[in-house]
């Protein structure tokens, strides 16, 4: 069965730095592409970041290219993402995803960014 649990998260000011992290168990980590979402209250989920299974090519949206950063660490089974420079605006929950025959989520990770 597969299992996504996320932590990290919580309240950071703006220009501040902060990591979500995702562990995950119940399949075959280092072969699936992993997935970072968020959800900002009022707004649909939006695709934040993808890294491939062995690590060596990453897409971001447009909206946190050059201040976020995925990565993983197969031997661990975890995913990161690295936010730097966070801003109010990527104020959302977020969600570690991957797809394997149907899609499936963290439980969601709360960041704020307020002075």
């Known amino acids: 069965q597969v299992h996504l649990v996320q932590s990290g998260g919580g309240l950071v000011q703006p220009g501040g730095s902060l990591t979500l992290s995702c562990a995950a168990s119940g399949f075959t980590f280092r072969i699936y592409t992993m997935k970072w979402y968020r959800q900002a209250p009022g707004k649909e989920r939006e695709l934040v970041a993808t890294?491939?299974?062995?690590?060596?090519?990453?897409n971001y949206a447009d909206s946190v290219k050059g201040r976020f950063a995925i990565s993983r660490d197969n031997a661990k089974m975890t995913v990161y993402l690295q936010m730097n420079s966070v801003k109010p605006e990527d104020t959302a929950v977020y969600y570690c995803?991957?797809?394997?025959?149907?899609?499936?989520w963290g439980q969601g990770t709360q960041v704020t960014v307020s002075s």
């Open positions: 995803n991957t797809y394997i025959n149907n899609s499936h």
């Open positions: 890294i491939t299974p062995s690590g060596s090519t990453t």
